[in-house]
């Protein structure tokens, strides 16, 4: 992908292309992650680390997600709600939602 070379896009009234600290206020809800992100993990280690232990599992039970669960194991729509889980652990003043809830059962 590549920037456009005229035009500008603001978040939170900042440039979205230039500035980096927009990573800690905006979290990205996307595509399906890749069978190799999940292999030989648990719930709680994709979750991890995690600013706040509490929120992980409030979410994590919303979701009706067992912190314990093998990710790999789980169905395609289990893994976008870990994909999901993983993508509210910090608190972000934005949220991108890219067709994260396709697929979820």
């Given at each position: 992908?590549?920037?456009?070379?005229?035009?500008?896009?603001?978040?939170?009234?900042?440039?979205?292309?230039?500035?980096t600290?927009?990573?800690?206020?905006?979290?990205?809800?996307?595509?399906?992650?890749?069978?190799?992100?999940?292999?030989?993990?648990?719930?709680?280690?994709?979750?991890?680390?995690?600013?706040?232990?509490?929120?992980?599992?409030?979410?994590?039970?919303?979701?009706?997600?067992?912190?314990?669960?093998?990710?790999?194991?789980?169905?395609?729509?289990?893994?976008?709600?870990?994909?999901?889980?993983?993508?509210?652990?910090?608190e972000?003043?934005?949220?991108?939602?890219?067709?994260?809830?396709?697929?979820?059962?």
């Amino acid at each position: 992908k590549r920037k456009a070379t005229t035009g500008s896009i603001t978040v939170l009234g900042c440039d979205a292309f230039e500035e980096t600290g927009l990573n800690h206020r905006v979290a990205l809800l996307g595509p399906p992650w890749p069978p190799e992100a999940y292999f030989a993990n648990t719930v709680d280690s994709v979750a991890s680390p995690t600013p706040n232990p509490a929120r992980k599992e409030a979410i994590a039970t919303h979701l009706h997600l067992p912190l314990t669960a093998a990710v790999d194991k789980m169905s395609s729509g289990e893994k976008r709600r870990v994909q999901i889980l993983h993508g509210l652990l910090h608190e972000a003043e934005v949220l991108l939602l890219d067709e994260c809830s396709t697929d979820i059962d």
